[in-house]
T-cell receptor, first 113, second 116 residues
Framework: AQSVTQLDSQVPVFEEAPVELRCNYSSSVSVYLFWYVQYPNQGLQLLLKYLSGSTLVKGINGFEAEFNKSQTSFHLRKPSVHISDTAEYFCAVSPRNFNKFYFGSGTKLNVKP | EAEVAQSPRYKITEKSQAVAFWCDPISGHATLYWYRQILGQGPELLVQFQDESVVDDSQLPKDRFSAERLKGVDSTLKIQPAELGDSAMYLC??????????????FGPGTRLTVT
């Protein structure tokens, strides 16, 4: 069975400050890892994904994430946030060779001026 | 850029009424997903199609929910009768194939359902 835990339901941060959104997962099999962003009343947009290879993954809008197998984590980071990054962010896992996604409960990022 | 289309964007219905949502995936995408997203939670898979066949509907409340994808293209999700607890965002997503290197799902804008 798979589960995803996003430790922070809300993260307030000032504009131009760095931010880290935490994601831990549990799985009995190897998984692929994803981060999605959702703006109000919209669908989800893929930020980045880890399938294999380098554990540091770069995505759109200046975001990056690092896969840590020993800690079963996939934390999302951005060195300097903008007001436009205010949104909800979802971590997701998908068991390899089995195209089913399991989402975390989301983290609301609130960027303040 | 190709997108997943959903309609309606918003739907208000009374308890015990029937309601239907429509999804048109990106052209050529074989796999289609319906998710329910309750406010404050992540999306939860309701049903997954591979072409016109259901491959996973284990979380679909089959006493009131039904889904079809007759020609393997667009899809309809129906609720009858609607209950207050069905108020949620219903998201449709599609992907190119069921297995493969991309493993990327493309989401539509969703249908926000309010049951009164």
């Amino acid at each position: 069975a798979q589960s995803v835990t996003q430790l922070d339901s809300q993260v307030p941060v000032f504009e131009e400050a760095p931010v880290e959104l935490r994601c831990n997962y549990s799985s009995s099999v190897s998984v692929y890892l994803f981060w999605y962003v959702q703006y109000p009343n919209q669908g989800l947009q893929l930020l980045l994904k880890y399938l294999s290879g380098s554990t540091l993954v770069k995505g759109i809008n200046g975001f990056e994430a690092e896969f840590n197998k020993s800690q079963t984590s996939f934390h999302l980071r951005k060195p300097s946030v903008h007001i436009s990054d205010t949104a909800e962010y979802f971590c997701a896992v998908s068991p390899r060779n089995f195209n089913k996604f399991y989402f975390g409960s989301g983290t609301k990022l609130n960027v303040k001026p | 850029e190709a997108e997943v289309a959903q309609s309606p964007r918003y739907k208000i219905t009374e308890k015990s009424q029937a309601v239907a949502f429509w999804c048109d995936p990106i052209s050529g995408h074989a796999t289609l997903y319906w998710y329910r997203q309750i406010l404050g939670q992540g999306p939860e898979l309701l049903v997954q199609f591979q072409d016109e066949s259901v491959v996973d509907d284990s979380q679909l409340p089959k006493d009131r929910f039904s889904a079809e994808r007759l020609k393997g293209v667009d899809s309809t999700l129906k609720i009858q009768p609607a209950e207050l607890g069905d108020s949620a965002m219903y998201l449709c997503a599609s992907s190119l194939e069921s297995t493969g290197a991309t493993y990327e799902q493309y989401f539509g804008p969703g249908t926000r359902l309010t049951v009164t």
